[in-house]
């Protein structure tokens, strides 16, 4: 029985552990990282991970009391390895990112270098695309400033990056000669395995948007836009995640539900309001796609249009409807001009047509008015004299100068 006990590798690595700690006490960090590591192997061997990469991560610590910054790397990636085995790609990948640091710390470009790339790889894995574009710019960053040679690996996480972060269209045959390069080793594999299928599917992705009915080059502002956002794979897949860009003057006003079962093809139906006039631009449209064993983040294309200004409509009223008076006496008449529609009226041109026993005794025969906003209106009163018996007509007419909409009103005056 003590034999046993003895002989039991968890029983080993606990009393490594606390070896490890007597020499902490001790001063002596660079013992306590060797018995600290070969706990951890102890742990990992027994698929005892969470503890693996605990003291894994407590040797690296006590490596960098040491100010051995290698060491600390290599410790960094062991515990990331043990993490990717057990499918924990953003952990992992947050390791070798620091792991990477190490290494660049002690002028070792090249491993620092993979280590980068390994990195986003794991974090693309995990589908954490914003931190892997985030560490792509710091990779590329680091590159100019050190000019150093890159490796197989992050030259595959910068073309996964490429495609599935920026959207970029890339022949397969660039993709498979890159893909071909990369050389994982046994804890990577499952990993590089996993993104480089995924990029495969996305290569051979389409997600579009495209118009639902005919093709509109100029749209009215608050008018509504239908487009059909579409996707085809080859394999069955869902959307888990969804964005759009659009213009300052373009906003959504129905969005889909993204609640269908996994399929090869799917189709919605999105409802858009231009709101400001100038160009719109809806897109691109930008999806995350599940499957099973598949992960594919892909971007639409981009639907430009015209946002005309929407239009306006006036209308016109002259009061009273009838008026009297004498002959050789002024009759006063006021005009009102309001706009009942969407968009404002420009330059607004108003004349007065007089029959022939009236004339006008203040004001004139034209009037241009600028601007009348939406749902606004304007009055001015225009008088008349009457030169001669009779029923006698005022007729007004406003034509906007932008659409040039006309409306036309006519009132009689009587003179006794």
Same mark, same amino acid.
């Given at each position: 029985?003590?034999?046993?006990?003895?002989?039991?590798?968890?029983? #080993?690595?606990?009393?490594?552990?606390?070896?490890?700690?007597?020499?902490?006490?001790?001063?002596?960090?660079?013992?306590?990282?060797?018995? =600290?590591?070969?706990?951890?192997?102890?742990?990992?061997?027994?698929?005892?991970?969470? *503890?693996?990469?605990?003291? *894994?991560?407590?040797?690296? +610590?006590?490596?960098?009391?040491?100010?051995?910054?290698?060491?600390?790397?290599?410790?960094?990636?062991?515990?990331?390895?043990?993490?990717?085995?057990?499918?924990? *790609?953003?952990?992992?990948? +947050?390791? =070798?990112?620091?792991?990477?640091?190490?290494?660049?710390?002690?002028?070792?470009?090249?491993?620092?270098?993979?280590?980068?790339?390994?990195?986003?790889?794991?974090?693309?894995?995990?589908?954490? $695309?914003?931190?892997?574009?985030?560490?792509?710019? #710091?990779?590329?960053?680091?590159?100019?400033?050190?000019? &150093?040679?890159?490796?197989?690996? =992050?030259?595959?996480?910068?073309?996964?990056?490429?495609?599935?972060?920026?959207?970029?269209?890339?022949?397969? #045959?660039?993709?498979?000669?890159?893909?071909?390069?990369?050389?994982?080793?046994?804890?990577?594999?499952?990993?590089?395995? $996993?993104?480089?299928?995924?990029?495969?599917?996305?290569?051979?992705?389409?997600?579009?948007?495209?118009?639902?009915?005919?093709?509109?080059?100029?749209? !009215?502002?608050? +008018?509504?836009?239908?487009?059909?956002?579409?996707?085809?794979?080859?394999?069955?897949?869902?959307?888990?995640?969804?964005?759009?860009?659009?213009?300052?003057?373009?906003?959504?006003? #129905?969005?889909?539900?993204?609640?269908?079962? !996994?399929?090869?093809?799917?189709?919605?139906?999105?409802? *858009?309001? !231009?709101?400001?006039?100038?160009?719109?631009?809806?897109?691109?449209?930008?999806?995350?796609?599940?499957?099973? &064993?598949?992960?594919?983040?892909?971007?639409?294309?981009?639907?430009?249009?015209?946002?005309?200004?929407?239009?306006?409509?006036?209308?016109?009223?002259?009061?009273?409807?009838?008026?009297?008076?004498?002959?050789?006496?002024?009759?006063?008449?006021?005009?009102?001009?309001?706009?009942?529609?969407?968009?404002?009226?420009?330059?607004?041109?108003?004349?007065?047509?007089?029959?022939?026993? /009236?004339?006008?005794?203040?004001?004139?025969?034209?009037? /241009?008015?600028?601007?009348?906003?939406?749902?606004?209106?304007?009055?001015? &009163?225009?008088?008349?004299?009457?030169?001669?018996?009779?029923?006698?007509?005022?007729?007004?007419?406003?034509?906007?100068?932008?659409?040039?909409?006309?409306?036309?009103?006519?009132?009689?005056?009587?003179?006794?």
């Amino acid at each position: 029985m003590f034999k046993f006990l003895k002989s039991d590798p968890l029983k #080993k690595a606990r009393k490594r552990v606390e070896k490890a700690l007597i020499e902490i006490e001790e001063g002596y960090p660079d013992y306590a990282s060797t018995e =600290y590591e070969k706990a951890a192997r102890l742990f990992q061997e027994q698929d005892e991970i969470e *503890f693996a990469v605990k003291y *894994f991560r407590e040797a690296a +610590s006590c490596s960098l009391e040491s100010n051995d910054h290698y060491r600390c790397a290599e410790l960094k990636t062991a515990a990331a390895e043990c993490l990717f085995l057990d499918g924990r *790609f953003d952990e992992g990948a +947050s390791l =070798y990112s620091e792991a990477s640091d190490h290494l660049f710390r002690e002028k070792k470009a090249r491993e620092s270098n993979r280590s980068l790339g390994i990195a986003i790889i794991g974090y693309l894995g995990a589908r954490n $695309f914003e931190t892997a574009t985030n560490l792509m710019r #710091k990779a590329e960053k680091r590159l100019v400033e050190s000019s &150093q040679k890159t490796d197989a690996n =992050y030259e595959l996480a910068k073309l996964c990056v490429t495609i599935l972060c920026d959207g970029s269209d890339i022949t397969k #045959k660039v993709f498979e000669k890159v893909a071909g390069r990369a050389k994982p080793n046994t804890a990577e594999e499952a990993l590089l395995t $996993f993104v480089v299928n995924s990029v495969r599917l996305a290569l051979e992705t389409e997600v579009t948007l495209d118009w639902a009915g005919k093709v509109r080059e100029d749209i !009215p502002v608050k +008018s509504t836009v239908e487009l059909e956002l579409q996707y085809k794979c080859p394999a069955d897949v869902h959307i888990i995640d969804h964005r759009v860009s659009l213009s300052n003057s373009v906003i959504i006003a #129905k969005e889909p539900e993204f609640r269908n079962p !996994p399929s090869k093809e799917e189709s919605w139906l999105i409802k *858009f309001t !231009p709101v400001l006039s100038g160009d719109g631009v809806i897109g691109p449209y930008t999806v995350t796609l599940e499957g099973d &064993q598949v992960l594919v983040h892909k971007h639409s294309n981009v639907i430009k249009f015209n946002i005309a200004r929407a239009p306006s409509d006036i209308a016109l009223q002259i009061l009273p409807e009838r008026v009297s008076c004498s002959l050789g006496d002024d009759a006063g008449l006021q005009i009102e001009l309001k706009n009942s529609g969407d968009g404002p009226a420009d330059k607004i041109l108003v004349t007065v047509e007089l029959s022939e026993g /009236l004339e006008i005794s203040l004001g004139s025969e034209e009037k /241009l008015i600028n601007f009348i906003g939406s749902g606004e209106k304007i009055r001015f &009163q225009i008088y008349v004299r009457a030169i001669s018996q009779g029923d006698e007509l005022v007729t007004i007419h406003a034509v906007d100068g932008r659409t040039g909409q006309e409306v036309v009103k006519t009132t009689m005056v009587r003179v006794g």
